[in-house]
């Protein structure tokens, strides 16, 4: 399971940090990402970390956000810094299979068979 937390409301130009605890197979390699869905929008990938790819974040939060993984702790990491009104959604902590030899950033939404439940930032101005 993936539980995430660290949601909550701030201010245009706040940060928070999301966490993500997981628990998943210690024999297998994952992709592991954030996504985040507004309401009435398409779940969009925010960042993604992998075993073959570097860390990759969208262009929407690029330079403002962050995503790391501590694998002694087993929790995956969204920091996000310098809040827009238009970051406001729910965020979720996804995981899938890593493909054998192959990036993570192209895994579509649907590969991502691991998810938690998310947790709410709201940004106001």
């Known amino acids: 399971p993936l539980v995430e937390s660290g949601g909550g409301s701030v201010q245009a130009g706040g940060s928070l940090r999301l966490s993500c605890a997981f628990s998943?197979?210690?024999?297998?390699?994952?992709?592991m990402a954030w996504f985040r869905q507004a309401p009435g929008e398409d779940r969009e990938r925010v960042a993604s970390i992998g075993n073959y790819d570097a860390l990759r974040h969208a262009d929407s939060v690029k330079g403002r956000f962050t995503i790391s993984k501590d694998n002694a702790k087993n929790t995956l990491f969204l920091q996000m810094n310098s809040l827009k009104t238009e970051d406001t959604a729910m965020y979720y902590c996804?995981?899938?299979?890593?493909?054998?030899?192959?990036?993570?950033?192209?895994?579509?939404?649907?590969?991502?068979?691991?998810w938690g439940r998310g947790t709410q930032v709201t940004v106001s101005s």
């Open positions: 996804a995981a899938a299979v890593a493909p054998e030899g192959g990036a993570c950033w192209p895994l579509s939404v649907g590969e991502f068979t691991y």
């Open positions: 998943l197979n210690a024999d297998r390699r994952y992709c």
